[in-house]
């Protein structure tokens, strides 16, 4: 998947900030993670990205994981003792773990709530960044 002109302006504007360059490497992975939006793992993302880049490393890849994250383009998703996973959903949203299948999806959050929530911060704390997860059973796992 070739990255739109939206996309590629977005990954060299966020790398520049963080002093890094775009690399054909980066925009490679980078397009991985925007064309399948289901949380994959750096394996999975590896997989995913040596079918048009036979060539790539699994250590590149972590290089290029670990610098996407860095320049805020893509976030890392942790639950408890399972291998991160990685996100390239920019806007405001929780994660919804489900313990049954190890699906991971997107929880849309509003303008309202994201308001709500940094009103309950102490007097004269700001919030840069709010981390919400859910994990539980979602509703195609049987009870």
Do not use: W
């Amino acid at each position: 998947m070739q990255l739109t002109q939206e996309y590629r302006e977005k990954l060299d504007g966020a790398l520049r900030r963080t002093g890094q360059r775009a690399t054909r490497q980066r925009e490679h992975i980078f397009s991985v993670l925007l064309g399948k939006r289901d949380h994959p793992t750096a394996d999975e993302v590896y997989a995913r990205a040596r079918a048009e880049m036979p060539s790539i490393s699994l250590a590149t890849v972590y290089n290029c994981l670990e610098a996407l994250s860095a320049s805020g383009l893509v976030k890392q998703v942790n639950f408890e003792r399972e291998p991160t996973r990685y996100c390239a959903n920019l806007t405001a949203h929780a994660h919804f773990y489900c313990k049954e299948s190890g699906e991971i999806q997107d929880v849309e959050l509003s303008e309202q709530i994201i308001d709500l929530l940094k009103s309950c911060l102490p007097a004269g704390h700001t919030a840069h960044r709010i981390d919400i997860a859910f994990d539980g059973k979602c509703g195609e796992c049987d009870d």
